[in-house]
């Protein structure tokens, strides 16, 4: 068997463990919490992932990406021998594992600790001195604990664990350690839930569209005031990027103001959604999905911060009229049944209501100065469904300006006052 021990760091939270052992999961069904550390048998997935070195630094950029920080990992054929060397400072690298063993002090065997005082009494420094003392006297004077844990280590005794499992929804709560009075610094506590909710879609491959943050307020709350509240925070794309959850999360919580101080925070998740693993290009382009993703993160915080209808994207719709073939809405907007494509290009812009132009003696158009045809006409009739004024029979050109760039332009046909050349819209 191939055992790998991961540790955190020692400030990390008791979360960032359980996150740690659902970011294993993603590697290995056999997954266990071994006092600090989280062991994983690995051997059956090596293969799978190219190795243990490859297995062992995509689980680092995972971590990385969950917002875990690793502390000391260790390598060995049983599940304590690992934890025993990740706590050593400077474990051997080569020999036989009892050889290995032997050499390590005491302190990293949590059995062996606990007799620390006593042992040093009788001589003992090290491992290898320990087994050297007769089995029958420690067993009499220290229990059987100490030499179950020694004999577990050395591989001499079958180990058994408690194996992890993922929970079938994300659904996490944590006590506040303080009373709250200000949404922002709720931040601070909800990372702690984020890392484990990144975690917990890395080991299902999969990632949200959406996701839930409530609190309750505290106990001593007015009468007048509900038992807590909730955001519901929505991104454009799924994703399980920590960074980007954090600071969509920070923008609705700067806006949010609390009735009364928070005792208890949850995060939840009512969807999973599987994220595509996408592959890497070796230049960028505008299929780029990493640039894809950054677009859509910036538009998420701007919406939030200046207001939904403040952030708007155009969508073609079916119309016989240029102008009412696209409508800018809300972003992001729901998906649109396909359509047909425009006969023509969409100017960026449009003047509503258009404008109307001069012309000159041969009466060609006028916009600071002369104008240079491009395309067109492309004649349009329709409209005559809503009336005199939904009726439309225009030729539509394409124009360039020296100064002005390129500008949508149309000659309206109706025998009327209407009459004449008009600028209905600019390209960017």
Known sequence: MRWLALCCTPEAPDGDRDALGWLALGFTPRVARLEEAVVAE????????????????????????????????????????????????????????????????????????????????????RLGELRGLPRAALAKRFGPALLNALDQAYGEQPEAHDWLTLPERFDVRLELPWRVEHAPVLLHFAELLLRQLCA???????????????????????????????????????????????????????????????????????????????????????????????????????????GADRVREGRLHEDHRLDHMQSWRPWPAPPAAPTRRPPGPQPTWLFDPPQPLRCDAQEQPLYAGPLARISGPHRIEAGWWQGRHGLQ?????????????????YHERLPTTESGWFLHGVFA
């Open 200 to 306: 917990f879609l890395a080991a299902r491959h999969a990632g949200v569209r959406a996701l839930r943050m409530s609190w309750q307020h505290d106990a001593m709350r007015p009468r007048d005031v509900a038992d807590g509240g909730e955001l519901n925070i929505a991104t454009a794309d799924t994703t399980r990027d920590l960074r980007r959850l954090s600071r969509l999360l920070a923008e609705h919580l700067a806006r949010t103001t609390l009735a009364a101080p928070a005792g208890e925070i949850r995060l939840g998740v009512d969807a999973l959604l599987p994220l595509e693993e996408a592959s890497s290009s070796l230049l960028p382009g505008p299929g780029d999905p990493q640039q894809r993703t950054t677009t859509n993160a910036l538009l998420e915080r701007l919406s939030v911060r200046l």
């Open 393 to 409: 029979t225009r030729d539509y050109f394409v124009y360039r300006s020296a100064t002005r760039g390129l500008l949508w332009l």
């Open 42 to 125: 690995v051997s059956a997935s090596l293969r799978l992932f190219g190795g243990a070195r490859a297995l062992r630094r995509r689980l680092q950029d995972q971590a990385a990406q969950a917002g875990l920080t690793l502390g000391a990992q260790a390598w060995a054929p049983t599940a304590r021998a690992a934890l025993a060397l990740a706590r050593c400072p400077a474990p051997p690298r080569s020999g036989r594992l009892s050889e290995r063993l032997d050499a390590l002090p005491l302190s990293v065997l949590s059995a062996a600790q606990a007799h620390h005082a006593m042992l040093a009494r009788l001589g003992c420094q």
